[in-house]
């Protein structure tokens, strides 16, 4: 096996996992699986993300790894329908919570009837009834026929669960349910069975049905609870999933076929009317409309499209029809590559989980220890007659109250609630561990053109000369004539002349001959009969050009706020004055002020020269600036802020960004920016809105926060339960934990941790 083997990837649906302890010997028989590079499992999800060595292992193997270790897997396929697949998975989970809720539903009625008849015992006037009539024993035994349901139904996979980890060497959360319930039960049934063994020794033959029925139905209850609100958690990733179009309107042989999705293909020509969904990706052919994309972008304003313009499957058509050439389908679709990064996202794992991994590796085996040795002391140091019941539901309420499903769902839930919430804003996170990178951020560094600006030149200064002005010139005709001699210009800057004659709403038809375009300097022609010039000084030196002082004077304020200068000359003589620059986007300078605001540093780095520099930084408020700066240089600038020991954030959208968002601790692509920095990225914002990075940040750190919040509950809860239980404190206040509170507090603590990564959903960014 060499490191240069291509790795692939691959996602599988897990089922059988439970707690936190399911999630790692899941993981660990994936990692230890020849040709796994690296696994990750989330319990939250139900998903493993693993990296292999095609050449080594496939699919079916890694399947076969998890199965050995006593648990299902399936293969989900990026390329497939995502909403068939979706639906598939819906359709066994709505199952397994109808049968979950069965479960519980057996478990609690045949309670609500051995709690009542057991109690019986403790009130003396019951107790000599029970006596009278049927006896004690008779009892005990309609009690048995009555938890037996529960357990061989309710129960039954708690212990079918136990007895698989059991075979694999291994242990769970069912395990400690299925010892604690299966003493209390065996004890009860010996109880039962056999009571001159206990009188014998003076103890009395006390039963703990009540207890094992009640267990059960109050971890059902908390398994409910916990499925329902895990439902919430990928809410996110259903609701893109259910915006893809299930149909599309594609013109075969100049007539309009309703086919289904899945069998649009690339070149296609697809037909959308007012109020549609967009099937897939593509170019508008003909027509304009106005479309809603903000389940791409978060942005609620639609968007005008007309012809040339690209589209996106999913979004909606507000107004007109058009047609479309489908450019992208299936799995390669901007929906489609959105899903799956959230996907990844989700089932990611985050760095501060670790610990709670390393906990979960031992915690069972650990607690069976424990409990082990609380029955041993109490059975030891408590009088005769009440050691062996007082051993027993101490053992007990040990095994219920450390089943360590919240510490297993604690950081998961919140990964998977904070992506999502950043998905419906159009921030797109990759994993787990840029997501909480982003909250250790201490300097942004940002790349003027596309990012702090506009990444498009725009007139910004038309000054119309007084020389001009003698001869009759106005400026509708200066614009006319520049305009009309730059529409046969390729150049940048000669298309934001044409931009501004349109916006003025000035005609640039005039007819043009010898058209020629001087590189690096501008463009010469006859227009309308009349020598055109328009470019620099070196342009206008090379055609003999006089330079008069208010053209001079013109330049050089122009300069002076790091625009491009352009001359125009109409018949030899300089007529009017073009001041170009790439504006600042209208979000910049507020987002920036946000980012100071939060402690975070803003660095500006630029091609273009100290002065343009300087002039944008100011304009925006940012203070540290890099000018001059090459592509290949950019890399080195984000190792030197590193090497000052700050976490950097890199926002750029060209090519050139790509290395400088791979080496920095969180990368952060602009929406409008190039499939090469989205991919080199962390984080891609679908708005090109600098805004949305400190949105981004602000996830993090509220993410982060839930996620601590989670971890100490869950820490605490066992940590003050265990000793509780444990009878510790029974010495010095008589406190006792009832087995039946300690199933109760176990239930809760779950769905507490899944409520409280729920209030995720509901925070503003």
Known sequence: MTTNQEHATATL???????????????????????????????????????????????AHLATA?????????????????????????????????????????????????????????????????????????????LLALTLPVLLYSGREFYISAYNTFLHRTANMDTL????????????????VMPALFEQHGIRAEVYYDTTATIIALILLGKVLEARAKGQTSAAIKKLIGLQAKTARVLVGGEEREIPIEEVHVDNVVVVRPGEKIATDGEILEGTSSVDESMLTGESLPVEKTSGGAVFGGTVN????????????????????????????????????????????????????????????????????????????????????????ALGLATPTAIMVGTGKGAEHGILIRNAESLEKAHQITVVVVDKTGTITKG????????????????????????????????????????????YAAAQKVDAAFTVHDFLAVEGKGATGVVAGVNVI????????????????????????????????????????????????????????????????????????????????????????????????????????????????KTVAMVGDGINDAPALAQADVGIAIGAGT?????????????????????????SRRTMANIKQNLFFAFVYNVLGIPLAAGLLYPFTGWLLSPMIAAAAMAMSSVSVLTNALRLKTVKI
């Open 534 to 645: 328009i470019g620099n000084t070196k342009l206008m030196e090379q055609q003999n050009i006089t330079m008069n002082a208010q053209a001079t004077s013109a330049a050089v304020q122009l300069l002076a706020e790091a625009k491009t200068t352009m001359f125009v000359a109409v018949k030899g003589a300089i007529v009017a004055v073009i001041g170009v620059a790439d504006t600042v986007r209208d979000t910049s300078r507020e987002a920036v002020q946000a980012m100071q605001a939060r402690g975070i540093e803003v660095v500006m780095l630029t091609g273009d020269n100290r002065q343009t520099a300087e002039a944008i930084a100011a304009q925006v408020g940012i203070k540290r600036i890099f000018s001059d700066v090459l592509p290949q240089d950019k890399t080195n600038i984000v190792k030197q802020l590193q090497s000052e020991g």
């Open 318 to 405: 507000k107004t007109g029809r058009f047609t479309f050439r489908a450019t992208k389908v299936g799995a390669d679709t901007a929906l489609a590559q959105i899903v799956r990064l959230v996907e990844e996202a989700q089932g990611s794992k985050a760095p501060i989980q670790r610990l709670a991994d390393k906990i979960s590796s031992v915690f069972v085996p650990t607690v069976v220890v424990i409990s082990i040795l609380t029955f041993v002391v109490w059975f030891n140091v408590m009088p005769a007659d009440t050691r062996l019941p007082f051993a027993l539901v101490n053992f007990v309420s040990v095994l219920i109250i450390a089943c360590p499903c």
């Open 66 to 142: 998890v199965e050995n270790a006593g648990y299902g897997a399936r293969q989900l396929k990026h390329d497939e329908n995502h909403a068939a697949q979706a639906e598939a998975t819906e359709a066994r989970k709505l199952a397994e919570y109808t049968a979950l809720k069965r479960r519980f539903g057996v478990a609690a009625a045949f309670a609500a009837v051995i709690m009542p008849l057991s109690m019986t015992m403790l009130v003396p006037s019951a107790e000599h009834f029970i006596h009278q009539t049927i006896g004690m024993q008779a009892l005990n035994f309609i």
């Open 177 to 192: 349910i299925a010892i604690g319930t299966g003493a209390a039960f065996a004890y009860s049934v010996v109880a039962t």
């Open 456 to 499: 498009e030149p725009m007139v910004t200064d038309f000054v119309l000369l007084d020389s001009a002005m003698n001869t009759t010139m106005t400026r509708e005709a200066a614009i006319q004539y520049a305009a009309s001699l730059e529409h046969h210009s390729e150049h940048p800057l000669a298309s934001a002349i044409v931009d």
């Open 675 to 699: 499939d090469i920095a989205m991919e080199a990225a962390s984080v891609t914002l679908m708005r090109s809105d600098v805004r949305d990075v400190v949105r981004a940040i602000d996830l």
């Open 13 to 59: 649906e897990i089922t059988g996992m439970h707690c936190a302890s399911c999630a790692a010997f899941v993981e660990d028989a994936l990692s230890q699986t020849r040709g796994v590079k690296r696994a990750a499992v989330n319990l939250a999800s139900e998903k493993a993300t693993v990296e292999f060595l095609p050449s080594v292992v496939n699919v």
